[in-house]
């Protein structure tokens, strides 16, 4: 058997999406880079993707691949729901876009409201970027203060206040781990954002409520991912959460859940599962259905502020007809029965390759909080856990994580590159059978 290495597994990938990768270099004398959305970047290039039906993907190259990115866990249904299609064929005879209202914007407002204990009222957007922005701006008139802090690896959006310290840098000073310094991740952002930012270390107890209580005349909001995602997956643990909520009702500030990802955890979201009620509520991704759709949701007191005259909140495409039809239609088939199959074949894909990996005293690792977006990693020795932000540069072989991915796509199944994934409801269990046996086949190759 031979080792599996970096440049082996590149390789495979280049010759195997070689029309992808032609048609990025086509696409980039039209479009920087070759395409809108470089964060799909899969190696040297994205997977150019035809079809999809279900839980999987046909690529321009000719593959059929298990889709395990589900556009960074969006299509929690899959590819091309009836449910959803249908929905959409039936709307879209009576007209695309008005601007008025539609019937459609009360009925998923109250799908919205009726699942999750901390939303009493909802408004809608084009993207959880914008719901980011929306919960900014209704915290800093509700509290009449301007800072926003967050954690460190926490992403909430590309928008100017909150695209800060998403990741660390070696060439940047990002302070201590007790004392994070925020870093702007992008060039163009003002210097007068990144003094605005409060900056924490997930899981931190004695360092955030320091911080926070330094810093408590001026902090309007705490906007957290009880587990994150694009900065890397970290869990925050229970009563961490728990002390947060009740250090900000203490200090005044405005407690965020960024549920974009996790609202996929259960019906009422991973608030739910920890049983804490935050003042407000991103929402994004799976409640459009597969559309563009954002939703800042909250307490009826807070909210207020949208309806006194003291913030306003306006876009072209806000509470879009087809976006709020296929999100309900997503929403209504996520009942019950269909998280719990999600959970359930989420449980078996960290319990069986876990307890497998253990068992060999292999460093590879399925980490999450347990519901239906996961990450894997090659830990640089077995037993590390990731439970800061920084804990990705001290603790994963990063090589070893991304030759996992690269084998994945080359065997036919289409992970998240940087080692997550996320199931969709059409998933089988063969298909999760697949899965699992295709990671165990690549980590016993890397360390043969």
């Known amino acids: 058997m031979t080792k599996l290495t970096i440049d082996a597994s590149m390789e495979n990938f280049t010759g195997r999406f070689a029309i992808s ?107 959880a970027t914008e719901s980011c922005m929306s919960a900014i701006r209704v915290a800093r008139a509700y509290t009449g203060k301007t800072k926003i802090a967050k954690f460190e690896g926490g992403y909430h959006g590309f928008s100017d206040p909150l695209h800060m310290s998403s990741h660390t840098y070696p060439d940047h000073d990002h302070g201590t781990a007790s ?116 939703a800042l949701g909250g307490s009826a007191e807070v909210m207020s502020v949208l309806e006194d005259g003291q913030v306003t909140i306006s876009g072209t495409h806000h509470g879009h007809k087809l976006s709020l039809i296929a999100g309900a239609a997503c929403m209504r088939a996520m009942d019950a029965a269909a998280f719990e199959k999600l959970n359930r074949h989420s449980g078996r894909v960290m319990s069986e390759l876990n307890d497998w990996s253990r068992s060999r005293m292999s460093p590879f690792v399925v980490y999450g909080k347990g519901f239906s977006h996961m990450a894997y990693g090659y830990m640089k020795e077995p037993g590390l856990e990731i439970r800061t932000h920084r804990d990705y540069s001290r603790k994963l072989d990063g090589e070893k994580t991304q030759i996992c991915s690269l084998e994945l796509a080359n065997r036919g199944f289409f992970p998240v590159h940087r080692g997550e994934f996320s199931l969709s409801a059409p998933m089988t269990d063969d298909d999760i059978s697949s899965f699992i046996a295709t990671l165990k086949d690549i980590v016993v190759e890397l360390e043969s």
């Open 21 to 127: 990768a032609a048609m990025t270099h086509s696409g980039s004398k039209l479009i920087p880079g070759g395409y809108s959305r470089n964060s799909f970047n899969f190696g040297p290039h994205a997977v150019f993707v035809d079809t999809g039906q279900g839980a999987y993907i046909e690529t321009v190259d000719g593959h059929r691949l298990l889709d395990l990115n589900n556009n960074f866990t969006v299509n929690v249904l899959g590819h091309n729901h009836p449910a959803i299609t249908s929905a959409l064929q039936e709307a879209i005879p009576s007209g695309i876009s008005f601007g008025n209202p539609s019937t459609a914007e009360a009925e998923l407002a109250r799908i919205l409201i009726d699942r999750i204990p901390s939303v009493d009222k909802v408004q809608f957007s084009c993207s």
């Open 179 to 294: 004392d994070p310094k925020a870093v702007p991740d992008s060039g163009g952002i003002p210097a007068e954002d990144v003094g605005n930012i409060v900056l924490l270390t997930q899981n931190d107890r004695i360092g955030c409520e320091r911080i926070l209580r330094a810093h408590a005349d001026d902090v309007a909001c705490l906007i957290v991912e009880l587990q994150s995602g694009a900065g890397g997956l970290v869990v925050l643990d229970q009563d961490f959460v728990e002390e947060l909520r009740a250090l900000t009702t203490e200090l005044g500030i405005v407690l965020v859940f960024d549920e974009t990802i996790s609202l996929r955890a259960g019906l009422g979201g991973l608030q739910g599962v920890y049983g804490v009620i935050p003042d407000l509520t991103v929402m994004g991704k799976i409640i459009g259905g597969g559309l563009p759709l954002g």
